[in-house]
């Protein structure tokens, strides 16, 4: 079955629905640039209460490397997801796997996978600014990816309407997914948040 990771919370409500309809994965973005980072408070609650039941990410964009270690400790996260142009000796320097994030724009940009070894890959497509991009990236391209790297996280523009086609068309090891289950930044709709865990078992039987 394709894994279901739910990005950008940013309180325990929807940590604790997420989790309760089977999230693999829950994001909590600890970026100050983006707008769906997660307070020190909300964070702590979401550990304290649900570490152990969920495996937790933290996602970072080009920040110190000991403030990232810092963060990693103190709330005890299972993956670090890096969404800036953080080099591979940058990834080499976590006892934690890393997920490092991809925007594909041309065939040209798989070349980039050939510099990093042992990380996850997520597949987003190519936009300005960092973290999630919203927008769908190519799937046919996201297919090269994922057979030149075995298993890779699918993201960018998946919603409850179209996860079905990218996961039999992409066969990713985790759909990644935002914006596309909010009723407003940061905060996830309950109703889509069910129907995209519907369309991924459904599409996974």
Same mark, same amino acid.
């Given at each position: 079955?394709?894994?279901?990771?739910?990005?950008?919370?940013?309180?325990?409500?929807?940590?604790?629905?997420?989790? /309760?309809? +089977?999230?693999?994965? *829950?994001?909590?973005?600890?970026?100050? +640039?983006? #707008?769906?980072?997660?307070?020190?408070?909300?964070?702590?609650? *979401?550990?304290?209460?649900?570490?152990?039941?969920? #495996?937790?990410?933290?996602?970072?964009?080009?920040?110190?490397?000991?403030?990232? #270690?810092? *963060?990693?400790?103190?709330?005890?996260?299972?993956?670090?997801?890096?969404?800036?142009?953080?080099?591979?000796?940058?990834?080499?320097?976590?006892?934690?796997?890393?997920?490092?994030?991809?925007?594909?724009?041309?065939?040209?940009?798989?070349?980039?996978?050939? #510099?990093?070894?042992?990380?996850?890959?997520?597949?987003?497509?190519?936009?300005?600014?960092?973290?999630?991009?919203?927008?769908?990236?190519?799937?046919?391209?996201?297919?090269?990816?994922?057979?030149?790297?075995?298993?890779?996280?699918?993201?960018?523009?998946?919603?409850?309407?179209?996860?079905? /086609?990218?996961?039999?068309?992409?066969?990713?090891?985790?759909?990644?997914?935002?914006?596309?289950?909010?009723?407003?930044?940061?905060?996830?709709?309950?109703?889509?948040?069910?129907?995209?865990?519907?369309?991924?078992?459904?599409?996974?039987?």
């Amino acid at each position: 079955m394709v894994k279901v990771k739910i990005c950008g919370i940013r309180s325990l409500l929807d940590a604790r629905l997420s989790v /309760e309809l +089977g999230a693999d994965f *829950i994001g909590l973005n600890f970026w100050p +640039g983006s #707008k769906r980072v997660i307070s020190s408070e909300e964070a702590g609650k *979401i550990v304290k209460e649900l570490k152990g039941k969920v #495996k937790l990410v933290g996602v970072f964009v080009n920040q110190d490397l000991n403030e990232v #270690k810092e *963060i990693v400790e103190r709330y005890q996260l299972d993956y670090i997801q890096l969404h800036g142009e953080e080099d591979f000796r940058y990834c080499q320097k976590f006892s934690k796997p890393v997920i490092k994030a991809l925007g594909l724009s041309s065939e040209k940009a798989l070349k980039i996978m050939d #510099k990093y070894q042992e990380v996850i890959w997520l597949i987003d497509s190519k936009t300005q600014g960092y973290g999630g991009s919203g927008v769908k990236p190519d799937w046919e391209l996201a297919k090269k990816a994922k057979q030149k790297a075995g298993r890779i996280i699918l993201a960018g523009g998946l919603n409850p309407e179209n996860v079905k /086609e990218a996961v039999q068309k992409v066969g990713p090891w985790v759909v990644d997914v935002a914006s596309g289950v909010e009723s407003a930044v940061g905060v996830k709709d309950p109703e889509r948040l069910k129907k995209f865990f519907k369309a991924v078992r459904d599409v996974s039987e």
